[in-house]
């Protein structure tokens, strides 16, 4: 988040501040221009390329308008995140260099697109004409109410987004219920990998106990709650994360039967099940919820398999459930994956699959179609040597 900084700048011949708030570390814009309904979508545009920040003073749903003007003219000079440049739609962009493009377009998309701000009184409201009431998704994402701000209205679009599928919540086949997802915790859309942990066998002894090491929206220790085992101790660092699988495992009345503990992946002790779902891309993020996807140099993932045996029961399993997308854009080798399984003295003793079932698979404009068509996710059992 962006802490104590300010932004400041110029208005009615006066020199103002406020607070800066920025959930994926976005700098304070050091320059800031104040507009309003007279500004035009090209002038806007103009500005937020060169790196001027627009304080909006004029009608919400114009501001609104505006950024939508604002991605259309990014989307025509193939600043687009989702649509790949000429060579790399003709495949002759390799894999890897078609990944770092595609991350480059969202992150020069994103900084163009977060230039439109909004200002906020210290009560969450918005002091626009036709601003919506938005107190209740600001709460959720910050937290308590403190002190007047400023904020990008893409990142405010982004909190109504999370606020809407926290009251919606997303459809677990597995578990025949809902689980509802918190602002900055990942939402489990892609069901495959959910349903691979409904569907693997279960190892002896694992009725009595099982970790699943960063829970997230908890909905794996809720699957493996649900399949029987009495006590499941889920982990995870993630204040947000914490917050969000305990509110929906106490939803689910499993709350006496999983216990939410903040630990940087194990728990104390050994289990004769040790599940993760680790981030399965090794990239660095870029906001809150990114970082259940992309997972500088793998830490997570080598961190889970290098202290995996210390904490199986004899005869134990551990669970890993990784996606080989990142084998198809030449981030990460099979080869590399299996010598790290073998480093940790550990050894596979089965392998799960499945295939994608989200629309993105089957979009052949996407810049990353051919990894993602042909990507598997699996459930890797693995044992101590």
Known sequence: ????????????????????????????????????????????YRLACEGTAILWRGDFQNARQLLQAMARRTERRGGRSGKPGKA?????????????????????????????LLPFDADYTIPLRRAPDVRQACAEAYGPRAESFVVSLRELLGLIGAHEWRKKGVSIPALGERIHPHYGVFSPLRGEYVGLVAEAPLPAGAETLAFDIGTG?????????????RHVVATDQDTRALACAAENLSRLGLAAQVEVVRADLFPEGRAPLVVCNPPWVPARPSSPVEHAVYDPDSRMLRGFLGGLA??????????????DFAEHLGLRSRTELLALIDEAGLQVVGRLDARPQHPRAADASDALHRARAAEVTSLWRLAAR
């Open 217 to 229: 929206s908890g909905v794996l220790a809720a699957v493996l709650a649900r399949r029987g085992v």
């Open 310 to 323: 210390a904490h199986l029961a004899p005869g134990g399993e551990g669970w890993l459930i990784l996606s």
């Open 1 to 44: 988040m962006s802490g104590d900084v300010s932004i400041v700048w110029n208005e009615d011949g006066k020199v103002r501040s406020a607070r800066w708030r920025s959930e994926s570390a976005t700098p304070a814009p050091k320059r800031v221009v104040v507009a309003d309904d007279r500004l035009s979508a090209d002038a806007a």
């Open 88 to 116: 790399a739609a003709e495949g002759n962009v390799a894999a890897t260099d078609a990944f770092h493009l595609h991350r480059q377009a969202q992150a020069q998309r994103a900084r163009t697109l977060g230039m439109l």
